[in-house]
């Protein structure tokens, strides 16, 4: 029969798992516990050293050659430097850019799909998606009331950071008065990987009741290919003759792809 090792000799064998059980540490014999300590100790130390110089010397990149200096995922380490704070995370950023392609893929991708990667918690997810909403927020403020002629830009930068890497297609309204300024945007609908439906009765509806008197239609391609199909033209032709005899205008319709966007009028489909 086999002698079952004694945890007091100094022959046990303590193992890669003692790191583990460290919190139970306290119900562990007093001499395994005092020997876990220094074994554990130094192993911190060595891996924090390694990552805490690194983040030192990505600071200093930052502070002294700007944004432009750093690639995708090392802006991504920068921000989870506080939000992960015990961890190296230069891996955890990689994984991120890989799986997501890009910053705007992170930051647009839901909770469930952030904690996938290992190393993202419940908490790291919704402070990544609180940073995106915040941006997202900003850019709505520039167009906000003002001329959509003299915020094109503005607005398009707005509508690809809040639709362009939504897995699924988005159709989106934004209202404007009879001075073109942008008074009400709106979700209508989301639907499958490549077909939102549309119900043209109630777009001219929600116009009236906001005394709009020009739409823009925005909505999303998720295989990143903005070009108008034929539903999307049929589509867009509906709303324009179902508004034209109430004195509503389609000021143009925009599909927004991950890379790039299409406008009808700039392609004279309207």
């Known amino acids: 029969m086999a002698r079952r090792p004694d945890p007091n000799s100094d022959d046990f064998d303590f193992g890669d798992d003692l790191d583990e059980r460290g919190h139970f540490a306290e119900n562990l014999p007093k001499r395994l516990a005092d020997t876990a300590k220094p074994k554990k100790a130094a192993a911190a130390a060595s891996t924090e050293a390694h990552y805490l110089g690194h983040r030192e010397r990505l600071r200093d990149r930052f502070r002294e050659q700007g944004e432009s200096a750093l690639a995708d995922y090392e ?6 430097f506080r939000l992960i704070p015990r961890r190296d995370t230069k891996p955890i950023a990689k994984e991120l850019i890989e799986r997501f392609r890009t910053l705007g893929g992170v ?4 909770p469930a799909r952030l904690q996938e990667v290992k190393g993202i918690g419940e908490t790291v997810a919704m ?3 609180l940073m995106a909403t915040v941006a997202q927020r900003m850019l709505k403020r520039d167009i906000q009331g003002r001329q959509v002629l ?9 509508c690809h950071a809040v639709m362009a890497h939504e897995t699924t297609e988005q159709f989106r309204i934004l209202f404007l008065d009879k001075r073109n300024a942008l008074i009400a945007d709106e979700v209508q609908g989301r639907g499958t990987v490549d077909h939102t ?4 009765r109630e777009v001219i509806k929600r116009a009236l009741e906001l005394s709009a008197t020009a739409l823009i239609l925005v909505h999303n391609h ?15 032709q509906t709303i324009i003759n179902s508004a034209r005899p109430l004195g509503i205008t389609v000021f143009d319709h925009v599909i927004i792809g991950k890379d790039g966007h299409a406008s009808f009028k700039a392609l004279k489909l309207i």
Do not use: H
Request: charged fraction near 20%; aromatic fraction near 10%.
């Open 75 to 80: 802006l991504l380490e920068l921000l989870l």
């Open 107 to 110: 930051f647009s991708a839901s």
């Open 127 to 129: 402070e990544l998606n």
């Open 150 to 158: 003299s915020s094109w830009k503005a607005l398009i930068d707005y």
């Open 197 to 200: 439906p549309v119900y043209p």
């Open 222 to 236: 998720p295989s990143g290919d903005p070009t108008p199909s034929r539903a999307d033209i049929d589509m867009t």
